[in-house]
């Protein structure tokens, strides 16, 4: 009997030594991923521990990283273990080819392939740097850029009778759109473009550094074109409403000096675009590079050299994914059809009687879950 314990005890040492040389072989470091994967099918990028209902990227995410042996089991089940911070919270739909993640994991040899050979392929880890150990991607983030990729058809006037396989965007309506888009410039009192914030809210004003929209160009028949933003953080719909009114405003349903109107404390009626063009591009860590960037210790975060595998990316699985769901479930069409019951001259009880009629078809899209600091 002693002897069997003898032998228990022993192999117990040798079990805990194997472990130990194997993490000293590969200690733990704090690292940032960088992302790039197509939201249909899921509930958004954030994991929800212990609801296997909605399956979100993170889901698969922390699966490949246990099986690819970068994380303990346990801290796939408590993942402040591992000092997770996901940079920007999309929502259920959108897509993203630039997210970035921060964690401690194993740095075990060709990680990246070992981690992506666990993952489906339409989510890829494109590249990985080490970080000082006090990162945080979401706190240390100075600006997200997003894309809007629609339908041109989107900004033909109401009452011309649009073909959508056969409509062409001309110049003078393009004008238009970046006349209005450019007015978002700035920082604003954005709380009608979100859920949940007063007027009088802090935090409801937004700095937006750019928003334009691209040239046209043609796809499946169907003429589309990108619309991007960089900001330094957004609410919850703010991208999707900011799109949405200004359509609203190009086919002919509100007057251009809504925008103006939506910035001050009266509720104005502002209008979601659907969620499905919705892609995160990018995320900026302006002061951090400034800091840490060039310190002989940490790389700047910059994916230079990345960029290629990120335009791969899109082609195969972003673009291809909102173009066919465009086709095949009509998002854009089935919305634009509900402008016409939103009253943009609308008081509080107009709105929420627009909200109760809306709701059912408006929830079941993606939304920007990009906020920060907003549920």
Not at 36 to 55: D, E, L
Not at 100 to 124: A, F, G, Q
Not at 319 to 344: A, G, Q
């Amino acid at each position: 009997e002693e002897n069997g314990h003898q032998n228990k005890r022993l192999k117990r040492d040798v079990d805990e030594e194997d472990a130990e040389d194997q993490n000293k072989k590969s200690p733990k470091r704090k690292i940032v991923l960088l992302m790039a994967y197509s939201g249909k099918g899921y509930h958004g990028m954030q994991r929800n521990v212990g609801s296997s209902q909605f399956k979100t990227i993170e889901d698969d995410l922390v699966s490949a990283l246990v099986q690819s042996g970068c994380i303990p089991e346990n801290h796939g089940e408590d993942m402040k273990k591992m000092s997770f911070q996901r940079c920007a919270r999309t929502d259920k739909g959108v897509s993203a080819a630039g997210q970035i993640v921060s964690l401690k994991v194993r740095l075990i040899d060709d990680i990246l392939e070992k981690i992506n050979n666990h993952l489906p392929s339409h989510i890829r880890i494109l590249g990985l740097k080490r970080v000082t150990g006090g990162f945080n991607s979401k706190n240390k983030c100075d600006a997200r850029t997003y894309s809007y990729m629609l339908p041109t058809f989107a900004f033909a006037h109401k009452d011309h009778d649009v073909q959508e396989e056969v409509y062409r965007l001309d110049k003078e309506t393009l004008e238009k759109v970046n006349k209005l888009l450019a007015c978002y410039k700035g920082t604003h009192n954005f709380h009608n473009f979100t859920s949940q914030k007063g007027p009088r809210d802090p935090s409801a004003k937004r700095y937006i550094m750019e928003m334009y929209c691209g040239e046209p160009f043609v796809r499946e028949n169907i003429e589309f074109a990108v619309i991007k933003v960089k900001g330094q953080s957004f609410m919850m719909h703010q991208i999707r409403k900011m799109i949405g009114l200004v359509i609203a405003i190009v086919k002919g349903y509100a007057a251009e000096s809504i925008i103006e109107l939506s910035w001050g404390e009266e509720k104005v009626d502002v209008p979601k675009a659907p969620g499905l063009g919705l892609v995160l591009e990018r995320v900026h860590f302006e002061k951090y590079n400034r800091r840490f960037g060039n310190d002989g210790l940490h790389e700047p975060l910059e994916w230079t050299e990345e960029e290629e595998k990120i335009a791969v990316f899109k082609e195969q699985y972003i673009y291809p994914t909102i173009i066919n769901t465009e086709r095949e479930e009509k998002s854009m069409v089935n919305w634009l059809n509900t402008l016409s019951i939103h009253d943009f001259n609308s008081s509080v009880v107009g709105m929420q009687a627009n909200n109760k009629n809306s709701k059912n078809s408006s929830d079941l899209e993606g939304s920007d879950g990009c906020d920060d600091d907003s549920d």
